[in-house]
């Protein structure tokens, strides 16, 4: 039995590792600002990591923007800086300072950060009728994959530091949402949050023994076209 800490323990995807972890026979230390975790907060961060030592650490948590009807539209002219900042602040910033609290405190382990396709490519304009995701969400997400090339770097070789980068996951989006989103996916549907377990699995493995600063697509070939 090995011992993980995983951050946005408790959304979809989150979850979703976290029950698979437990069946695998694991302890699993879940934070989440649902449970009263505020990871922007440092002092926060360096005690927590002092006081708990771990094998592997899962980051999920995440500032994301979920485009709905119920809203005023956005585009590039009417976001606010204070709001790109935020993005920055919970994406980069404070995953870091996750990061660097954890290795602070362990000698060896693996990390494993998630992005998104959206690290990777533009959002595709077609699926928010007009609306735009917001760009701190993509920019933030492309810089999680350079962050996790550093510290993989830097940490090496007792902390191997990996990249998820997940496409789009089901979580009852409209049926209009999911039907142009199928149409853009190679594999012609959206991704299962189960469906990343195995990689999860993996990457806090010892079969990933010689895997660091590695970015993994499972995106359905969403980023092939």
Request: proline share 2%; glycine share 8%; with cysteine.
């Amino acid at each position: 039995m090995k011992k993980f800490i995983l951050t946005g323990s408790e959304g979809l995807i989150g979850s979703s590792i976290k029950n698979f972890l437990l069946e695998q026979g694991h302890e699993c230390i879940n934070l989440d600002i649902i449970l009263g975790h505020d990871l922007t907060n440092e002092n926060f961060v360096r005690q927590f990591f002092k006081n708990n030592k771990a094998d592997g650490l899962i980051n999920l948590f995440a500032l994301n923007h979920h485009i709905d009807s119920n809203h005023k539209k956005s585009n590039l002219f009417n976001i606010s800086l204070k709001s790109f900042s935020q993005y920055m602040n919970v994406n980069l910033t404070s995953l870091f300072s996750v990061c660097r609290e954890y290795a602070r405190n362990n000698e060896t382990g693996s990390i494993v950060n998630f992005s998104s396709t959206y690290g990777m490519t533009s959002p595709n304009k077609s699926l928010y009728d007009g609306e735009e995701k917001h760009i701190g969400y993509s920019v933030s997400k492309a810089g999680v994959i350079m962050l996790s090339k550093h510290l993989a770097t830097h940490l090496s070789p007792g902390i191997r530091v990996n990249t998820v980068v997940p496409g789009g996951v089901y979580n009852r989006q409209s049926e209009k949402f999911v039907d142009r989103y199928s149409k853009l996916t190679p594999l012609g549907r959206m991704m299962n949050a189960e469906e990343l377990n195995g990689i999860v699995e993996y990457l806090l493995s010892d079969k990933s023994s010689y895997v660091t600063g590695a970015e993994f697509k499972i995106e359905g070939g969403w980023t092939s076209w």
